[in-house]
Every structure is written in C-alpha cells, then in structure tokens.
C-alpha cells in the first residue's frame, strides 16, 4: 500500500509564503507524475500545479509566476512553494502521485488527506 502524507499548511496573511511538502511511503517501485489540488469551500477540486519524473511542470494559470512546484525522487517527495499568497489562495490542498507499486506493472492515482492553507488580509 501506498501513503502520501502533506505538511506546511497554516494561517498566513495576504502576501505571505507557505511551502507544502508531500511524501510517499509504502511499497514503490516507481512514481510517475505528482502534483497538488487544491478545494476551496463550497467549490471542486481543481490542479494546481504537476510535475512529471523529469521535471516537466504545468501550472493553473491563477497561481502562474506565485507557486513553484518541485520534487525530490529519491525522497518520492514533492514540494509547492506558495509566494504571493491571496486570499482565494484559501483551501485544503492535496497532493496527488502516480504510483506503480511491487509486483504490479500498471500505475494507479494515490491522494494524501490534504492540508488546510489559509490566507488572511
């Protein structure tokens, strides 16, 4: 089995930074895309930010040129580097990874529980 588990969320003001991070643990052979969703109250889940094995990132064109995603795979871990932050900044964010695990040859979408990120003016 598969855990990806987020941390860095918090309060924050308008303006401020806050880098999330998410790690996979469990039985990996390996891990294709990852990236971080994110769901405000009373709206869907939308992409924020992926970023593939090789590096090749995309972005949400409301957080273009403020978050920068990043990761780390001899950790299986990825990072979001939040700048700039606003208050429609204001959610619970998910990580989510592509991950092929022992003995298998396919790989299937695992998400973490989320993290709340809040921003306040």
């Known amino acids: 089995q598969v855990d990806l588990v987020e941390s860095g969320g918090g309060s924050v003001q308008d303006g401020g930074s806050l880098q999330l991070s998410c790690a996979a643990s469990?039985?990996?052979?390996?891990?294709?895309?990852m990236g971080w969703y994110r769901q405000a109250p009373g709206k869907q889940r939308e992409l924020v930010a992926i970023?593939?094995?090789?590096?090749?990132?995309r972005y949400a064109d409301s957080v273009k040129g403020r978050f920068t995603i990043s990761r780390d795979n001899a950790k299986n871990t990825v990072y979001l580097q939040m700048n700039s932050l606003e208050s429609e900044d204001t959610a619970v964010y998910y990580c989510?990874?592509?991950?092929?695990?022992?003995?298998?040859?396919?790989?299937?979408?695992?998400w973490g529980k989320g993290t709340h990120v809040t921003v306040s003016s």
């Open positions: 989510n990874a592509d991950v092929r695990v022992m003995g298998r040859n396919f790989h299937l979408p695992y």
């Open positions: 970023i593939n094995s090789s590096g090749y990132t």
């Open positions: 469990g039985s990996i052979f390996s891990i294709n895309g």
